[in-house]
């Protein structure tokens, strides 16, 4: 998962989230229809927010932006989203082993080839 656009996902989705649910509340709580009409615009510029944020999101795990809409769905979308397989997951890294690895022995000279290795002498 790209660690950017998850900070960036969580930047947009989580006030689009309290935005809309604050908006929601408040909307349903108001008596006058004007104030009520003005918060239900504000939910849905939360509601706003919040897709871009899943879109943003549903990015970071290697899918396609349009993915955020199922945010639609609440939680449920929500949920299909977390769910999603992430696409963009480290690649594993072969590590090689000490005999594959082409490290000189002592035996081969600096110099070039012309250099012969000779068994010590016994005195």
């Known amino acids: 998962m790209d660690k950017a656009l998850n900070r960036t996902s969580l930047l947009w989705g989580i006030p689009g989230l309290i935005i809309q649910t604050l908006s929601w509340m408040i909307a349903n709580a108001v ?58 997951q480290a690649p594993t890294l072969d590590v090689a082993s000490i005999d594959d690895l082409d490290i000189p022995d002592g035996t081969q000279s600096p110099f070039g080839s012309r250099y012969k290795s000779e068994e010590p002498s016994e005195r």
């Open 31 to 88: 008596q006058s229809p004007l104030l009520a009409m003005l918060f239900l615009l504000a939910s849905l510029g939360g509601t706003a927010l919040l897709l871009i944020g899943l879109a943003y999101y549903s990015k970071a795990k290697g899918h396609t932006p349009w993915w955020g809409l199922v945010g639609l769905l609440s939680f449920v979308g929500i949920l299909v989203l977390a769910l999603l397989p992430d696409r963009l």
